[in-house]
């Protein structure tokens, strides 16, 4: 019994760890990624809104992407509904401390801020095309749910606290959450809208799409969203690490959905991953991770056909990955 159970965890271990593993042990789910269609690039004029939850998801699903369409002649913008102060392990770690107070997690938030700017550049993005609302990380779906003020779990603050963000000191409502947004949406004018899936594994992912589907459908703007996963099932991306030139695979959250195969040239894998190593927080707790979404395309999908959260499926844990 032991034998098999040390044999069954050097396998899991080899598919979840190697780069051969992918030929090996998924032929059919590489063959799939292969066969599906490409997506049309972003063509010079156009304008790029990457709606990105935390500081890093807008790397990791969307940077080799960005990248591309900065160079093309497009206007890329982002914006980042929380600033990550949420990620305990990592405030924890980066403090060492067992128990972060209110001030480190928010110095957390400040500090992916940088990092966020930095992640930009290195993909071509100008520094006044970024900005930041600050609304709490780990409620975002809480405030999607209701029209009370909310307190974020993790730095005990009823209004945003960072002055970097569009508005400093505003109470975390749903009310000005939606503002903020409009107010981006309408300065921006995107072309392309970058946007989670609410069939993402994390709640204030799919809050976030939530919200920016509401704004973008009260427009009319519905047929520019492009949607994508960040989390997306028991260790997906496989395998971790870094694998350049490798097929990002189709996650176990998504395949209900019709994926379109985005491919990078080299220049975007290289710049997405100076991208990612620009989030140094991110990198030190989870590296391989973060690694593994460098790979030779990225997925979109045009159409919202799995099931929209209210919040049912927040039984499901986040994985202690709060904030990233």
């Not at 770690?93 to 990092?115: F, H, I, K, V, Y």
């Not at 946007?195 to 709640?203: E, N, Y």
């Not at 019709?258 to 710049?271: F, G, H, K, Y």
Request: aromatic share 8%; charged share 20%; with cysteine.
């Amino acid at each position: 019994m032991l034998g098999a159970l040390l044999i069954i965890a050097l396998v899991l271990a080899y598919a979840i760890n190697t780069g051969s593993a992918l030929t090996l042990l998924y032929p059919r789910a590489v063959a799939t990624v292969r066969a599906l269609p490409e997506l049309p690039t972003i063509r010079a004029g156009q304008t790029v809104l990457m709606v990105s939850p935390h500081p890093d998801d807008e790397s990791l699903c969307c940077g080799g992407m960005m990248a591309g369409a900065v160079r093309a002649g497009a206007q890329v913008h982002i914006v980042w509904f929380t600033s990550g102060d949420g990620f305990e392990l990592d405030s924890a770690l980066l403090d060492r401390t067992l128990n972060p107070r209110q001030n480190a997690t928010e110095n957390l938030g400040r500090r992916r801020m940088n990092e966020a700017a930095a992640a930009a550049a290195a993909l071509g993005v100008p520094a006044n095309h970024i900005t930041f609302l600050g609304y709490p990380d780990g409620a975002l779906l809480k405030m999607w749910n209701s029209p009370d003020p909310v307190r974020s779990p993790h730095t005990g603050a009823l209004r945003v606290p960072y002055e970097r963000a569009l508005s400093p000191s505003a109470v975390y409502t749903a009310f000005n959450l939606r503002r903020d947004l409009n107010s981006v949406l309408d300065t921006v004018k995107p072309d392309v809208v970058l946007l989670p899936s609410t069939s993402d594994f994390h709640k204030d992912h799919i809050a976030t799409s939530l919200f920016t589907q509401e704004a973008l459908k009260q427009r009319g703007w519905t047929s520019r969203a492009r949607y994508w996963i960040v989390h997306g099932g028991v260790e997906w991306p496989v395998p971790k690490g870094l694998h350049e030139g490798f097929p990002l695979l189709i996650s176990p959250r998504g395949f209900h959905l019709p994926w379109q195969r985005a491919d990078l040239s080299q220049q975007d894998e290289d710049q997405k991953l100076e991208a990612l190593k620009a989030h140094r927080s991110q990198m030190t707790v989870m590296r391989r991770f973060m690694e593994a979404f460098v790979r030779g395309n990225e997925l979109i999908t045009l159409e919202e056909t799995g099931n929209p959260a209210d919040g049912t499926r927040s039984e499901e844990k986040d994985g202690g990955y709060g904030g990233f």
